[in-house]
């Protein structure tokens, strides 16, 4: 392979890969590159000798070659690799953004091996190898479900592991360990539009109304794949520092600051502690091991599974002296696109730090988490949602009106309406069986869904073949959430699981009654007989019954109706909400932790 020329020079990421394949020996490569190029140095590289197709991020460069070209396919977390691809693919980034789904293509493809950067430096693994690793990952997950923990030797190791890593020295090498006062750092896998990342959004504003303006969010995955980053601008207008997580091979800047700067001793000195860690968790564990040691905060939030594990081992790791793990539903072993087999015996290791502290937004989900860890109740604090009344009003008839219109509901007809993801765990098919029992026995009655995700295709024929297209209506998600919810008569939640349901808390809020069936944190989002119904059988029947014994007695829904803005505002308060999250992180008001916890 011909020496690095100056073409290659236009990211130093790049240039420094081709320099070690270069050292390794000539091959011809594919080069693939998960951040943008210019167009001329996409073709430089085309040119350059070894070089045999390049995969890209959309859009493509013009006037490229068709079969040495191919693409990321960011939805589907995977890529599309180009009809001429090397035996050995050379990905421009960390180990921890390699998918099973890429591995599979690039195993359908002939590759043989692949390039990455492995935690401080770069490597290269037969694709082979990095299969069996992944399949191996999947099954131990799959056993680890439906084992009692005392039962699975690999979560005795892993636990084993997790706390030996957490016994190390805190301050390895010379760097400052006081904390900065008040300085809070949140920690999140994405900004998309959901429960937990409003929750987020709604803390950031209720800390910085306490006078805790030092709020730093750092999330895993921001801009992509696209929705990512919902909630991103409102953040940044509530004051809130957003950036994704910079490791190396972040950005062509993070990579010459890590390539010049201490940083990247460092990481050599600490490779050994985070070889420890699975390989699909070890880097960002890494780089925000980093970050916290650099930003020295008094607290560290994280959210979700993925960011409690990560951040609270790099948090702990790092002397943070106070690190919310926050579960915002039930235990990850309801959901088996989440759950992972290193999550028990790292939050298990975890648990036997004072630093860290447990939390969740519903008693039943806390529950769930302390008979999956095989934890103390006791240990959790339930903090439940927030939000700010103020802001969620319900919306006027003309604007009530017009929405209806716009999807295609008569004027006077009783609409029984949903707002939520359709995917398995929110039951989408229940919510439409009861849908369309009610509408094949009352003429008067309509349903509408707004919502998008994997069940959507399944739902929509079955509606069709139902002849209920019309009279059941699914509508994307909408920004008009208020509108919508305050044009339903009633919001139907069919969800399996739920830790403190946006949507129900904001239905009562706005003065719609709900009827609300599953586990976890759902019952605690309502009052029963006050501010809607908790339907103990899920399924059609029960759901439709107890449905048209609201939509048949108007004096009863008015009730209800009229009891959901108070019953909201006695338990999800954001004022309530902020001076609980306020004393888990240890300090008085406008305050936060300066030690570790106290129990």
Request: glycine share 10%.
């Amino acid at each position: 392979m011909a020496p690095v020329g100056d073409a290659d020079t236009v990211d130093p990421r790049i240039a420094a890969v081709l320099a070690w394949c270069a050292a390794q020996g000539d091959g011809d490569l594919t080069l693939a590159i998960p951040f943008a190029l210019p167009a001329a140095a996409v073709h430089a590289l085309l040119m350059r000798p070894g070089v045999l197709s390049v995969v890209l991020t959309p859009p493509l460069a013009a006037g490229l070659a068709a079969e040495r070209v191919g693409e990321f396919l960011p939805l589907d977390f995977s890529w599309r690799l180009p009809p001429r691809t090397a035996r050995r693919v050379v990905y421009v980034g960390g180990r921890d953004c390699i998918t099973a789904r890429m591995i599979g293509s690039a195993l359908r493809r002939g590759v043989g091996h692949l390039v990455y950067w492995d935690l401080d430096r770069w490597g290269s693994r037969p694709l082979a190898f990095m299969a069996t690793a992944k399949l191996r990952s999947k099954l131990v997950a799959r056993i680890g479900a439906s084992l009692p923990g005392s039962a699975n030797l690999f979560e005795g190791i892993a636990r084993h592991r997790f706390t030996r890593l957490l016994g190390v020295p805190r301050h390895p090498f010379p760097s400052p360990s006081a904390t900065v006062p008040n300085r809070v750092i949140m920690a999140c896998p994405t900004l998309v539009a959901g429960g937990a990342e409003r929750q987020i959004l709604n803390t950031v504003l209720g800390l910085r109304g306490r006078g805790v303006t030092d709020i730093r969010i750092i999330v895993s995955h921001l801009f992509s794949p696209p929705g990512n980053d919902f909630f991103y601008d409102k953040l940044v207008d509530a004051g809130a520092d957003v950036a994704e997580i910079q490791g190396p091979m972040s950005t062509a800047e993070a990579w010459e600051r890590y390539d010049s700067q201490p940083v990247a001793r460092l990481m050599q000195q600490l490779r050994p502690l985070f070889q420890r860690l699975p390989p699909e968790i070890g880097q960002e564990v890494a780089n925000l091991y980093i970050a916290f040691r650099e930003l020295r905060p008094a607290v560290v939030h994280a959210w979700l599974d993925h960011s409690c594990v990560c951040a609270g081992l790099a948090a702990l790791m790092a002397g943070v002296p106070r690190v919310l793990l926050s579960g915002r539903n039930v235990s990850p072993i309801h959901f088996p696109y989440i759950m992972q087999p290193y999550m028990r015996p790292a939050y298990r290791a975890m648990a036997t730090r004072a630093e860290a502290v447990y939390l969740n937004n519903s008693h039943g989900g806390a529950a769930d988490y302390a008979a999956w860890l095989g934890l103390d109740a006791t240990r959790f604090t339930v903090i439940y949602n927030g939000i700010d009344s103020a802001g969620v009003t319900a919306a006027g008839p003309g604007d009530i009106a017009e929405l209806r219109r716009r999807h295609g509901i008569p004027a006077g007809a009783q609409l029984v309406g949903g707002m939520f993801r359709l995917s398995a765990e929110k039951r989408p098919a229940l919510w439409v069986d009861t849908l369309m029992q009610l509408t094949t026995q009352r003429d008067d009655i309509y349903g509408l869904l707004f919502g998008a995700g994997p069940l959507q295709s399944d739902l929509e024929a079955k509606l069709a073949r139902a002849g209920l297209a019309d009279r059941v209506r699914l509508a994307p998600p909408t920004k008009e959430s208020m509108a919508a919810l305050s044009a339903f008569d009633l919001l139907l939640l069919t969800s399996r699981w739920e830790g403190t349901p946006n949507v129900v808390i904001e239905a009562q809020a706005v003065g719609t009654p709900v009827v609300v069936c599953g586990g976890g944190g759902a019952r605690e989002a309502l009052r029963h007989g006050v501010s809607g119904l908790f339907v103990e059988q899920p399924n059609a029947d029960a759901l439709a019954a107890a449905l048209l014994s609201l939509l048949d007695n108007d004096t009863l829904r008015r009730r209800l109706a009229d009891a959901g803005p108070a019953f909201v505002t006695e338990r999800f308060s954001l004022d309530r909400m902020i001076s609980e999250t306020l004393r888990t992180y240890g300090g008085g008001p406008g305050r936060v932790a300066t030690g570790p916890a106290s129990g």
